[in-house]
């Protein structure tokens, strides 16, 4: 008797801010009539063009330094690659989608809830004013370098309480990050690290994913309720409910609690493997981390090590990698 295939069960992830690089994409825009299509329509949208940091001159590290544009590069380069993915795999079904923080906007296009016309108009007015709310508050990020659980964090900031600091991200089980203003954060780092707790920067300028964003979430309110997102045809794990949600009135109120609230990638991993049967998760864009030096690959691998679950990753971020995910997906 010949050996029964597996059927795999997929998810597609999609990765944040911190992804970015100067260059990105570029060499799949000249090679690639889809990604070509997809950055040239953001061109048009994005009416400011030169500030834009994915063509033409805007690969200098200085332009991707500001958060506004590096969320725009990472969203337009993570779809392109989507593009790729769905050119390559036409007829290849996956079961849920999600994505770290503005990754979120590219899973919502692949769930089927949105076009990426209207979703881009979204990330430009959503990134246009959280970069106003930053540009008058000045806030920051940092990472709990450690094994810190949710309980383990909130332990931590008890005694910082009126200074309105806060837990923007649980990445996974040593991945908690911290947000807060500047001033109130450089306290809490000193006051840590003086009781052994090690305390990392990160390259991200604003306290995103904490209250201080809901400003922001409230400018763009309108333009998410007005949205034109349809019923899912791929369940969408949201962010801040790490729960699977298809309906358009849940997924609004996703994209707009997620922008102040904290983002659960670990729970929304764990969800997709328990709730779904996820075999196979599929990283469409840069895995690599810039401002902390982790992969949205390592994140999972220290998942799967605590948790001990049976599944495989592979990552879709380049011309290397695609042919990769081919020979890996050609096996589904």
Known sequence: MTEEKKIEKIALLFPGLGTHYPGMGIDLYRENMPVREVFDTARDVLWFYPKFPLLNRFYRKSKLDETVDAQRAVFVTNHALFQLFRERFPNLEYHVTAGHSIGQYNALIASGAATYEDTLKLVVEGTRSIDDVTSEIKGDLFLLVGKYDLDDAKRLLKDFESRKIYIALKNSPGGVVIGGLNEDLGYAKKE???????????????????????????????????????????????????????RPRDIQEELYTQLFNLVQWQNSVRFAYQEFGITFFIVIGDDYHQSIGKTVKSTLTRIHAQEGPDYRITTIRNKISLEKAVEKLSRC
């Open 192 to 246: 840590l690290e003086g009781i052994g707790i090690k305390c990392s920067d990160l390259k991200i300028r604003g306290a995103y994913h904490t209250l201080h964003m809901k400003p922001a979430a409230d400018k763009v309110k309108h333009l998410i309720e007005n949205a034109n997102i349809i019923p899912a045809r791929v369940p969408l794990i949201g962010n801040a409910s790490a729960r699977a949600i298809t």
